[in-house]
C-alpha cells in the first residue's frame, strides 16, 4: 500500500530563513506527487505538482519541489521564508494506475517568526 | 465559480444521533472525494464518486457511514449512531476528469463535535 512520511511535525524558523521540508513515499511504480497548503483559517490549497518532466517543479509564492526518484522522496524548499508562509503543508501521492485516492502525510507546521 | 462548498460548517451532536453533510463540488468536475481529517493527522480518504458511482470506499467507512451523490452533482455523507470516535474535520474535495494528475480543490470542511 501506499504511504507518505513527512520528517518533521514542526518547524519554526526566523524570517529570511531557508526552508526545506522532507517528504518520502513508498509506491513502486510511476507516481505522482503533490504539496498542499492549509493556513490558518483557510481550506486546503494546492501548492505544486509533478507528475512527469523536470523533476524541479516550481509552485506558487516561491515554492518548489525536487521529485528524487532513487530516494523516494519530493521535498519542499523555499530559499527565504516569509512570515506569511506560517501554514501546515502536506506531501501528497496518488498514481494513474492504483486507484482513485490521494495518500496524504500527517503534515509539517511551520511557523515563521517576524 | 465559488469553489467546492461544504455545510455546515460547525455540527455538534449527541453521541447516538444521525448526523448528514453536504458537499458541492465545482461545477465541471465530475469526480469527488471525501476526507477526514483528525488532530495533528493528514486528510484519510473515506470514498470517491465519479458522477454518480461510488467507485472506492475505504475500510475506515464502516457500515455507519454512507455516502450518496445523486444525479452526480452535490454529495451527502451521513453517519449514523455517531460515536465519540467520529469527531474530527469532514473534507470534500473535486477534480476534473483528466487522470489523477490535476490535484484537488478542497472545501473549507465540516468539524463534526459528538459529545
Known amino acids: 500500500a501506499q504511504s507518505v512520511s513527512q520528517h518533521n511535525h514542526h518547524v519554526i524558523l526566523s524570517e529570511a530563513a531557508s526552508l526545506e521540508l522532507g517528504c518520502n513515499y513508498s509506491?513502486?511504480?510511476?507516481?505522482?506527487l503533490f504539496w498542499y497548503v492549509q493556513y490558518p483559517g483557510q481550506h486546503l490549497q494546492l501548492l505544486l505538482k509533478?507528475?512527469?518532466?523536470?523533476?524541479l517543479v516550481k509552485g506558487i509564492k516561491g515554492f518548489e519541489a525536487e521529485f528524487i526518484k532513487s530516494k523516494f522522496s519530493f521535498n519542499l524548499r523555499k530559499p527565504s521564508v516569509q512570515w506569511s508562509d506560517t501554514a501546515e503543508y502536506f506531501c501528497?501521492?496518488?498514481?494513474?494506475?492504483?486507484?482513485?485516492?490521494?495518500?496524504f502525510g500527517a503534515g509539517t507546521r511551520l511557523f515563521v517568526k517576524a | 465559480d465559488t469553489g467546492v462548498s461544504q455545510d455546515p460548517r460547525h455540527k455538534i451532536t449527541k453521541r447516538g444521533q444521525n448526523v448528514t453533510f453536504r458537499c458541492d463540488p465545482i461545477?465541471?468536475?465530475?469526480?469527488l472525494y471525501w476526507y477526514r481529517q483528525t488532530l495533528g493527522q493528514g486528510p484519510e480518504f473515506l470514498t470517491y464518486?465519479?458522477?454518480?458511482?461510488?467507485?472506492?470506499k475505504s475500510r475506515l467507512l464502516s457500515d455507519r457511514f454512507s455516502a450518496e451523490r445523486p444525479k452526480g452533482s452535490f454529495s451527502t455523507l451521513e453517519i449514523q449512531r455517531t460515536e465519540q470516535g467520529d469527531s474530527a474535520m469532514y473534507l470534500c474535495?473535486?477534480?476534473?476528469?483528466?487522470?489523477?494528475?490535476?490535484?484537488?480543490?478542497f472545501g473549507s470542511g465540516t468539524r463534526l463535535t459528538v459529545v
Open positions: 474535495a473535486s477534480s476534473s476528469n483528466r487522470g489523477t494528475r490535476n490535484g484537488y480543490t
Open positions: 509506491y513502486g511504480g510511476t507516481v505522482n
Open positions: 509533478y507528475f512527469s518532466g523536470d523533476p
Open positions: 501528497a501521492v496518488n498514481t494513474d494506475t492504483g486507484g482513485f485516492k490521494t495518500i
Open positions: 461545477s465541471e468536475h465530475n469526480r
Open positions: 464518486f465519479q458522477n454518480e458511482a461510488q467507485l472506492e
